[in-house]
């Protein structure tokens, strides 16, 4: 089974503080991806990455950056976190072609900033 | 651009009975569709998806979804539901072509909150 694997699953950070939010898969997936899940929103995308090293922005990309130095990991940065940044962050992959019609999903972080 | 417009944001319902979740889009490209289930504290778990063929698709746990291009919709059912059915689902869209970049940027709707009663 693809595991997609968000290490944090609860955080509270203070406003002002940088964060960092840890994805991993272990399928060898070239694309990745950060959503951010609102009530009444839905889950909108904030960056993705169709390999390493490359990134693009999504529909809604500021106060976030990313990085991806390795194939399996795709790292979403808060550089300084604010209370409009406290959400449930959802990471995302999925293969490129074949049977890369699937994406999936972890389980989420749910980032509070006090 | 894609949207996405789920019509209902809470569907409530007793056991057993039948239910359909409504979910209409907009694209200026062909698109692939998608329904995710979100159980509480959990992530997203895909329930079916559309890509081509028939437009009647089903998928886990006894939902189904019919694929109606000229009315731009993708409504999901499930002739019977569980108490374990009580989640959010999500229905969404990419980009068709599942060899391009552009796929899985997906576009999501709003979410219905499928609350099945005893």
């Known amino acids: 089974d693809v595991k997609v694997t968000q290490s944090s699953r609860y955080l509270v950070k203070r406003t002002g503080e940088k964060v960092f939010l840890e994805c991993v898969q272990d399928?060898?997936?070239?694309?990745m991806f950060w959503y951010r899940q609102d009530p009444g929103l839905g889950l909108r995308l904030i960056y993705f990455?169709?390999?390493?090293?490359?990134?693009e922005k999504g529909d809604i990309p500021e106060g976030y950056s990313v990085s991806r130095e390795k194939k399996e990991r795709f790292s979403l940065i808060l550089e300084s976190a604010s209370t409009n940044q406290t959400s449930m962050y959802l990471c995302?992959?999925?293969?490129?072609?074949?049977?890369?019609?699937?994406?999936?999903f972890g389980e989420g972080s749910w980032l509070t900033v006090v | 651009a894609q949207s996405v417009t789920q019509l209902d944001s809470q569907v409530p319902v007793f056991e057993e009975a039948p239910v359909e979740l409504r979910c209409n889009y907009s694209s200026s490209v062909s698109v692939y569709l998608f329904w995710y289930v979100q159980y509480p504290n959990q992530g997203l778990q895909l329930l079916l998806k559309y890509l081509s063929g028939s437009t009647l698709v089903k998928g886990i746990n006894g939902f189904e979804a019919e694929f109606n291009k000229s009315q731009t919709s993708f409504h999901l059912r499930k002739p019977s539901v569980h108490i374990s059915d009580t989640a959010e689902y999500f229905c969404?869209?990419?980009?068709?072509?599942?060899?391009?970049?552009?796929?899985?940027?997906?576009?999501f709707g709003q979410g219905t909150i499928l609350t099945v009663h005893p």
């Open positions: 995302a992959s999925r293969a490129i072609g074949g049977g890369g019609n699937t994406i999936y």
């Open positions: 969404a869209v990419t980009p068709g072509g599942a060899g391009g970049t552009s796929y899985g940027k997906l576009t």
């Open positions: 399928m060898d997936h070239e694309n």
């Open positions: 990455s169709y390999d390493v090293k490359m990134k």
